[in-house]
Each structure stands twice: as structure tokens, then as C-alpha cells.
């Protein structure tokens, strides 16, 4: 079964800890990503993949950098933790040019910065 | 910019019946249009994927439709049980998006008993 990992389903840092999410793809897909989903404000794209070594912004790349040093995995990093990066965080990952076999997501790492 | 909107936001219903959740977006050039189930505290699981090309794809109990050109897709659950209680996404791939998904705000699920 093809899956899309994510190291921890909770995790609870303190303010200004350099915290790491790490996920884990065993599909060949060129493409990682990276979302946080919050209520009320649905699912936002913080950075994105397409190969070993690239990354691209998404929307919300503020607090946030990524490490892709193999094609498996991509990794999160918040450099100084704030209680405003409490969240859900989901990784996804899909074929760069065969579009039509979608996305496949992680099961989610719940943070929790206090 | 695309733009992805899933009417109603919240649904309630008796075990059993027939439902429809509506998803709909502004930008019909997609490659194509996915939905994902949810549950609470948990990843998104991927339940269809329609083709641009297609029409409709069917899995069991669930078949979903995708009518392009009116920027328009339904995700039909026959006979509903409370283990369909969820939220549930539809997200799309446009043609100038790269490979970035646009997603609704979703239908949040309640199926009785």
C-alpha cells in the first residue's frame, strides 16, 4: 500500500524551539508538499517540491523553511516555534506530469507550541 | 486566481438516505478534480479522482460527477451510515496552477442512526 508518512501525530514544542516535521514518500513522486490547516481558514500551502534539492514558496512561507535532500523525503522546519504555529500540519505528495493520479496525504502531525 | 467553494458547509441526516455535496469552481481550465475525506484529527484520505476528459467516476457507494464547462461537481452517497460522518474536500488541479491543488472549505458530514 502506497503511503505518504509523517514522523509524529503530536507533538507539543515551546516558544522559540527549532522544531522539525518529517515526512516520508515511498511513491517515486516528484512532487512534496506541505499545508497547515486551521479552522475557519481551510487548508494553506506553506512550501512545495518538485525534486531533490528544489523548493518553492507557497502562500504562507513566513516562520517556515524545508529541506529536500533526497527524493523520499521532505522535511519542516520552524526556526524559533510561536504559539501562532499551533496547528495541523499535512504533507502531500503526486507525480509532477501525471496529473491525473492526484494527491496522496500523510495522516497529519497535530502542534502544539506553548 | 481559482476559487473553490463546497455548499453546504455542514449536513445532517437519518442513516440511509441519499445525499449530494456540491463543490464548485471559477476557473473550468483543470486538469482535475479530486475528493477527500476527512476525520476529525486525522490526514485527508483521497476517495475519487475525475479526469478533466471524464465525467463521472464511481466507487461503491459513492459516485461523483464533474460537469467542467459549468464549473461544477457532486459527490452522491448512497444510503448514508453514521461511518460516513466526515468532512469531505474537493480540491482541483488548474492548467496553470503547476501542480498546486486549490481546495473548498469543505461539507462537514453527519449521518444519524
Known amino acids: 500500500d502506497v503511503k505518504v508518512t509523517q514522523s509524529s501525530r503530536y507533538l507539543v514544542k515551546r516558544t522559540g524551539e527549532k522544531v522539525f516535521l518529517e515526512c516520508v514518500q515511498d511513491?517515486?513522486?516528484?512532487?512534496m508538499f506541505w499545508y497547515r490547516q486551521d479552522p475557519g481558514l481551510g487548508l494553506r500551502l506553506i512550501y512545495f517540491?518538485?525534486?531533490?534539492?528544489?523548493?518553492e514558496k507557497g502562500d504562507i512561507p513566513e516562520g517556515y523553511s524545508v529541506s529536500r535532500e533526497k527524493k523520499e523525503r521532505f522535511s519542516l522546519i520552524l526556526e524559533s516555534a510561536s504559539t501562532n504555529q499551533t496547528s495541523m500540519y499535512l504533507c502531500a505528495s503526486s507525480f509532477l506530469d501525471r496529473k491525473n493520479y492526484g494527491y496522496t496525504f500523510g495522516s497529519g502531525t497535530r502542534l502544539t507550541v506553548v | 486566481k481559482q476559487e473553490v467553494t463546497q455548499i453546504p458547509a455542514a449536513l445532517s441526516v437519518p442513516e440511509g438516505e441519499n445525499l449530494v455535496l456540491n463543490c464548485s469552481f471559477t476557473d473550468s481550465a483543470i486538469y482535475n478534480l479530486q475528493w477527500f475525506r476527512q476525520d476529525p484529527g486525522k490526514g485527508l484520505t483521497s476517495l475519487l479522482l475525475i479526469q478533466s476528459s471524464q465525467r463521472e467516476q464511481t466507487s461503491g457507494r459513492l459516485n461523483a460527477s464533474l460537469d467542467k464547462s459549468s464549473g461544477r461537481s457532486t459527490l452522491y452517497i448512497a444510503a448514508s451510515q453514521p461511518g460516513d460522518s466526515a468532512t469531505y474536500l474537493c480540491a482541483v488541479i488548474g492548467e496553470t496552477s503547476g501542480s498546486r491543488l486549490t481546495f473548498g472549505e469543505g461539507t462537514q458530514l453527519t449521518v444519524n442512526p
Open positions: 511513491m517515486d513522486h516528484e512532487n
Open positions: 517540491s518538485y525534486d531533490v534539492k528544489m523548493k
